[in-house]
């Protein structure tokens, strides 16, 4: 599965230059600009944007943090939440990511919820070992030839 992160529109002109860096694919520059652009105001889109930048250099715990931190800054930010849930769906934590990706289902226009109904579709599949039995019991996943 790819990880396919968005960005919004730019908000100041240091968080437009780092986006003006992201879609040359220069992402270590972006994030040192989404850095920058931090410093003076910390917005939700910018940690989004951030973290999207980080997902592109493979910085899977730093991206991680600034979807969090988006998401910290306003609840309602789905697409930060998408963002997270679907890093999270790809690095195998399921679990994790479905609460995620059901919150950001409500946040969103109900046109365009069933856009994340596949990704919470597949987590909810890849983590039906966490309600078998002998997980419950401490067996660990992968011990038994399914």
Partial sequence: MEIAVTLPPA???QQARAMESYYRREYREAIDLFQKAL???ETAECWNDLGCSQVACKLYDEATAS???AIEL???YA???QNLGALLAVQGR???AIPILKQAQKTLNPKDRASL???IEHCLKESRV????AFQWGARPGCFAW
């Fill in 11 to 13: 908000k100041t002109l």
């Fill in 39 to 41: 410093e003076e105001t």
């Fill in 67 to 69: 979807f969090r931190r």
């Fill in 74 to 76: 306003d609840r309602t």
């Fill in 79 to 81: 697409q930060a939440a």
């Fill in 94 to 96: 399921n679990a994790e």
């Fill in 117 to 119: 109904t596949p990704l």
């Fill in 130 to 133: 966490l309600t078998q039995p």
